[in-house]
């Protein structure tokens, strides 16, 4: 046998259907053999592979051993001359194994091999070379003096930016998305490394392979599409701890002594360092905005204050208490800036109107809560009604003044509807335009583009066109059909379209989910229609403001209750739970296709908890639950804990 391929999973089903679609079409011409070892997955990826691919060897794990251990499982029991460990996050061209193999073939030297790789988006990596991390070119990627000269021999060494990303090279770390090797290379110097949990693997066992007298290199000639970040969440913090820890112990095992330890300490500072910076940021992206905010609030109503006190309220003298300013203005702002957060105004697609309903619900407020106030604490109706004109007007301009400096658009256009391009034939795009609509609402227009030289008048044009046509039509997003164009032919047109903000998907034959850039749409996506989503932010605010002020409410009342519900211990345990954001009020009811719906926490009670349940079917079950989904309602949890509130103990 020639191959046999490796792909762990964990989680990432869609993204893993279409990786063996891609590779049963690559290996068309080939004796090989595909193991997917699945790392104890919940997303229903086991069942997917056993119905869907039944030729895959399939290893189910009931937990989540790691990575290298879950590809040692696999590497044991393989008869491959080569082995080639996969990301199930890829796609591959229909050429990709054959010409790898046939240049391994050539090159006897050659123990690893690696690949080009692009984006969603059709960038190409860095990453799909790198150099051996020492201490000096861990050093250099830190610090940023790699970002700062790419194409640097000395700085870029990380990335080996001095060798073109085009041609066929000799490197020294093979990327872990595709690792192809050969077999008896793998016997002599040993499989993955197993205290590698995950990253890190890649770079020992490339090292293993230079050590052992073998070579390893970059293949350009044929590329794939790597997902990045869609499995592993490279931003995160425990990205960084884990990918660094693992330098660690690289560098304890490779490097001696003093050598060793300069190592593990550049890259300890390294751990801290990001760590610190990662908080940082998110902690500046948060408050940033209501900062400036109540800044700009500020500084308004204190010039309101002293402008209204002496040409309207004391001309003959005087002047307002010190309270105003320093305890009334204080308040105006938190409701505000309160109000605005709840109404979506600090959201990333923000609305004008949603800060402008945010000012004026706060200002409806402050305006209740001043008739109430005894009479030495109205201190003036105007200031308020002033404040909030100030705020209406001063919140938007700031914002679009920023903008423009960044060169940025702020606010999200009211109309949103979505321009798309489908690239395919007659047949398959009639599929997929089906599905396109059934999942979202808001298409202002859906233009076919055919591979065909000979089209009729459905289409708008053809793919050797698809760059004009996308300027023409100012597309929002391009829908590959991967059942009539190549792998090769979808991987050349991404690239063409990398100078444009549009987002590339691509549909598998006879699948109902299009994979994209940055996300997954399942067939019936009834949380991207023009629905009341509960995954919209202002719905899941609500529900965790609800939950949260509930949750304090019958803590309160407790020394009561616990005499009325069944239960109390869990009662009071499932409070805690909804306090701390480990559990929600109201969730779906059980089932097993859960997961294709938008996340939410676990429920104290199922939204089927009024119902018998030898009532419900499976199919019921579920059409509630995308109910539930897609037009949420506040006040259904409510009535619902009304209805059930002696059964917050289950």
């Given at each position: ?68 251990k879950a ?70 990627k ?43 290379v ?85 751990i ?45 003298g ?16 938190l ?17 004008l109107?949603?800060l ?68 395919g ?65 979808i ?66 009342l ?5 005499f ?47 119902l ?39």
């Amino acid at each position: 046998m020639k191959l046999s391929i490796v792909i762990v999973n964990y989680n990432v089903r869609f993204f893993l259907e279409q990786c063996l679609i891609s590779v049963q079409k690559a290996l068309t011409s080939m004796e090989a053999e595909v193991f997917v070892v699945d790392n104890n997955s919940q997303d229903e990826s086991v069942a997917m592979v056993a119905e869907k691919f039944p030729w895959v060897k399939l290893i189910a794990n009931t937990d989540n051993p790691g990575f290298s251990k879950a590809n040692n499982q696999a590497i044991r029991v393989a008869k491959g001359e080569y082995i080639l460990l996969l990301n199930p996050d890829t796609v591959v061209e229909e050429n990709t194994f054959v010409d790898t193999l046939a240049f391994m073939d050539a090159h006897p030297e050659a123990g690893g091999l690696g690949i080009k790789m692009i984006d969603g988006k059709g960038h190409y990596l860095p990453e799909s070379k790198r150099g051996l991390p020492s201490p000096l070119v861990a050093l250099y990627k830190i610090s940023g003096l790699t970002s700062l000269f790419p194409k640097s021999k000395r700085f870029a060494r990380y990335y080996m930016g001095h060798l073109s990303a085009d041609e066929n090279q000799e490197v020294e770390v093979l990327a872990g998305a595709f690792m192809l090797m050969r077999h008896s290379v793998l016997q002599e110097i040993g499989l993955l490394d197993e205290d590698f949990f995950m990253y890190g693997e890649d770079v020992d066992l490339s090292y293993r392979i230079i050590k052992g007298g073998y070579k390893n290199y970059y293949f350009a000639d044929s590329s794939i599409i790597h997902y990045k970040g869609e499995s592993t969440k490279k931003g995160s913090l425990n990205y960084v701890f884990i990918f660094y820890k693992a330098m660690v112990i690289f560098a304890e095992k490779h490097f001696g002594g003093s050598y060793a330890k300069l190592f593990s300490l550049v890259i300890n500072l390294a751990i801290y360092l990001r760590a610190f910076l990662a908080i940082f940021r998110r902690l500046l992206e948060r408050i940033a905005k209501p900062l400036v905010d109540a800044a700009f609030l500020a500084g308004g109503l204190l010039y309101i204050e002293d402008y209204w006190e002496n040409n309207h309220r004391f001309i003959a003298g005087g002047e307002y208490p010190d309270e105003l300013s320093q305890i009334a203005f204080p308040i105006y702002i938190l409701t505000w800036l309160g109000s605005v957060f709840i109404s979506g105004g600090y959201d990333k697609n923000l609305k004008l109107s949603q800060l402008f309903r945010g000012i004026a619900v706060g200002t409806v407020a402050i305006l209740v809560a001043y008739s109430l106030l005894p009479e030495a604490w109205r201190f003036s109706r105007a200031i308020i009604i002033l404040g909030a004109a100030w705020a209406m007007l001063i919140l938007p301009i700031w914002r679009v003044l920023f903008g423009k400096m960044r060169g940025r658009k702020v606010f999200a256009s009211a109309q949103s509807d979505k321009r798309i391009l489908l690239v395919g034939g007659a047949a398959e795009l009639e599929r997929v335009n089906r599905l396109v609509k059934e999942s979202q609402s808001r298409i202002s227009y859906c233009g076919w583009v055919g591979v065909e030289p000979d089209l009729s008048d459905k289409f708008v044009g053809s793919v050797k066109d698809l760059d004009d046509l996308v300027s023409l039509f100012e597309v929002d997003e391009v829908i590959f059909c991967s059942a009539d164009m190549s792998a090769k032919d979808i991987f050349a047109a991404m690239a063409k379209l990398g100078k444009y903000q549009v987002e590339i998907k691509i549909a598998p034959p006879a699948s109902q989910f299009i994979i994209g850039s940055n996300s997954i749409h399942s067939q019936g996506s009834w949380y991207t229609m023009d629905f009341n989503a509960i995954s919209k932010p202002a719905n899941k605010r609500a529900k965790r403001s609800f939950d949260l002020g509930l949750a304090l409410l019958l803590l309160l009342l407790s020394p009561i209750l616990i005499f009325l519900i069944r239960r109390p211990q869990v009662f009071l345990k499932n409070a805690f739970l909804v306090l701390l954001a480990q559990m929600s009020w109201v969730s779906y009811a059980d089932h097993k296709e859960n997961y294709r719906l938008p996340k939410i926490k676990k429920g104290v009670l199922p939204i089927s908890v009024s119902l018998a349940k030898d009532s419900l079917s499976e199919s019921t079950i579920l059409q509630l639950n995308q109910l539930y989904a897609k037009d949420y309602r506040l006040e259904s949890d409510a009535q619902l804990l009304w209805q059930n509130w002696r059964s917050l103990g289950n």
